[in-house]
């Protein structure tokens, strides 16, 4: 399944699901201001397209900036025990 690009017609340039995706990702982490990996707002894209319904757990204005989120999300278990965390 192949998705039109808006600026430009359907037969000149269609772009497919991953490439929406790495582009939805890439928008979001500009404008989210925080400076975590792509992989982060990727998987982040997937969640909010799976369950739109469901609020991020962070909303808009919540100061999320530390490096507690992201070990969280990028550590696995037995590194993260090990440097003292959950």
């Given amino acids: ?23 939805l990702a890439q928008k979001m982490r500009a404008e989210s201001g925080i400076d975590l990996p792509h992989d982060y707002f990727l998987a982040e894209v997937r969640r909010q397209l799976a369950h739109p319904e469901e609020p991020h757990p962070a909303g808009k204005g919540d100061d999320v900036q530390s490096s507690a989120c992201f070990n969280c999300w990028a550590m696995p278990e037995d590194e993260l025990k090990a440097a003292g965390g959950r």
């Fill in 1 to 23: 399944m192949n998705i039109p690009v808006a600026s430009e017609s359907p037969s000149e340039r269609a772009i497919g699901p991953a490439e929406l995706l790495d582009r």
